[in-house]
Nanobody, 122 residues
Framework: QVQLVESGGGLVQPGGSLRLSCAAS????????MAWFRQAPGKERDFVAA????????RYADSVKGRFTISRDNAKNTVYLQMNSLKPEDTAVYYC???????????????WGQGTQVTVSS
């Protein structure tokens, strides 16, 4: 069972940047596609970005294209989300999870972690 621990959230002003990390336990991390999701208060959990096991393929939600970048380091069992030009509407709890290899349809196949809170406010 792969366990995921998200970190790097915090309070940032509009226009600022944050880098989230998702550390995974287990030696088989590198074979999985990974994705970031977010859930704002009172809303459903939404897809943000995904990356293939080899980093050769990525996909982003329209709302974050050009501002967020997903990456991974398989040697460190970690996936990252670099968030730039943050907006108040990016405020949410951010989660990572394993997804099916076909990124044309994002299907979660793992268990959820605790997430990390991102608050964008002046």
């Amino acid at each position: 069972q792969v366990q995921l621990v998200e970190s790097g959230g915090g309070l940032v002003q509009p226009g600022g940047s944050l880098r989230l990390s998702c550390a995974a336990s287990g030696s088989i991390f590198s074979i999985y596609a990974m994705a970031w999701f977010r859930q704002a208060p009172g809303k459903e959990r939404d897809f943000v970005a995904a990356i293939s096991w080899s980093s050769g393929n990525t996909r982003y939600a329209d709302s974050v294209k050009g501002r967020f970048t997903i990456s991974r380091d398989n040697a460190k069992n970690t996936v990252y989300l670099q968030m730039n030009s943050l907006k108040p509407e990016d405020t949410a709890v951010y989660y990572c999870n394993r997804v099916r290899p076909d990124l044309s349809s994002i299907v979660v196949i793992g268990s959820w972690g605790q997430g990390t809170q991102v608050t964008v406010s002046s």
